[in-house]
């Protein structure tokens, strides 16, 4: 295996969802010598009842020198670590999962646009210091903030009146928008938290057969019950717009009478059945569209701004102690 050198690699933090390698002849240290295991898992702070360790300080410490960040690095260290476990705590409450499957793609992604192989990229992350673990966490936090970002930015965006949405219809010749209206079922297999490492395996040996065997959406029910702790949502009808970020392209893939390829989840593991789409063309639709491209002018500053503004809400109600 190609041995990857610490002096030819320094990380960047490219925005707010993706990061990148930069090419450098900046040396990057050699793991820094533990102080002992006592030391290590001290703790350095309490976020909300959340722990965070000097050893956790220590890996993020060796994260910003590797993007050749300079100044007071462990205290930027711990700061970052408190930002990111209130953005931790609150995905959690609003229920935005990110899987280990997803890490683990944008992860191998990330050291293939990097012309690394995962174990390469491993192995000079443990040289830094960093750790592929700590570098996973933060990939997730990243995925799971971009998309809670994105739903609260949507939500608050706010929907064009239907007055100004008849005005731009009218520019347009009075031809209406149109998009796809999916009609939706959402089946998930159910892993207790306390069970997640014995039985996830099987969980999704169960989803992939049940979904090989689906035979459409009006027999799903019935499906279901031929097995244990499977449950059924109705979703209803979903404007391909405001289609979750997460399922979007595996949906728009699967066509009707088919369910999607199994994801893990908080819940355990969850697959999506497409029982109808069709094109729709309203009031509702055209005010929807001419939203999104208005948000799509401008979202890029918007979506940051708003990250800043939801993250100091979020410091403000916050409980932050140091022992």
């Known amino acids: 295996m190609k041995k990857i050198k610490n002096s030819s690699l320094a990380l960047c933090i490219a925005s707010l969802m993706g990061v990148t390698f930069l090419h450098s002849n900046a040396f990057c240290a050699p793991r820094a010598q533990q102080a002992g295991v006592s030391a290590q898992t001290a703790v350095a702070v309490i976020v ?127 031809v209406k928008p149109t998009a796809n209206e999916y009609e939706l079922q959402q089946v998930i297999f159910v892993v207790p938290s306390d069970r997640r490492n014995a039985i996830l395996g099987k969980r999704k040996q169960d989803a992939e057969l049940f979904r090989s065997k689906f035979s459409g959406c009006s027999n799903l029910k019935q499906q279901a019950t031929t097995m244990l702790d499977v449950t059924v949502r109705n979703l209803g009808r979903v404007l391909e717009p405001q289609l979750p970020e997460e399922w979007e392209k595996a949906i728009k893939a699967t066509p009707v009478g088919r369910m999607t390829p199994p994801q893990e989840t908080a819940r355990g593991v969850e697959a999506i059945a497409v029982c109808n789409i069709k094109k729709v063309s309203d009031d509702k639709v055209a005010q929807l569209v001419f939203t999104i491209q208005d948000n799509e002018k401008s979202g890029d500053k918007k979506a940051e701004d708003l990250s800043e503004k939801y993250v100091k809400e979020l410091r403000s109600k916050a409980r932050i102690e140091n022992p």
């Open 48 to 174: 909300n009842g959340n722990a965070i360790t000097n050893y956790d300080i220590q890996r993020r410490a060796a994260f910003l020198k590797l993007q050749r960040k300079t100044g007071n690095l462990t205290a930027q260290a711990k700061d970052e670590l408190i930002e990111e476990m209130l953005k931790r705590v609150e995905m959690k409450k609003r229920n935005i999962d990110v899987s280990d499957d997803e890490v683990n793609k944008a992860f191998m992604g990330f050291a293939e646009r990097n012309h690394m192989t995962v174990a390469q990229l491993t192995d000079m992350l443990g040289q830094a210091g960093v750790t592929a673990d700590h570098f996973k966490n933060y990939i997730r936090v990243q995925m799971g903030w971009g998309r809670l970002v994105s739903a609260r930015y949507r939500a608050e965006g706010g929907i064009i009146s239907e007055q100004e949405a008849v005005q731009r219809m009218l520019k347009n010749g009075g």
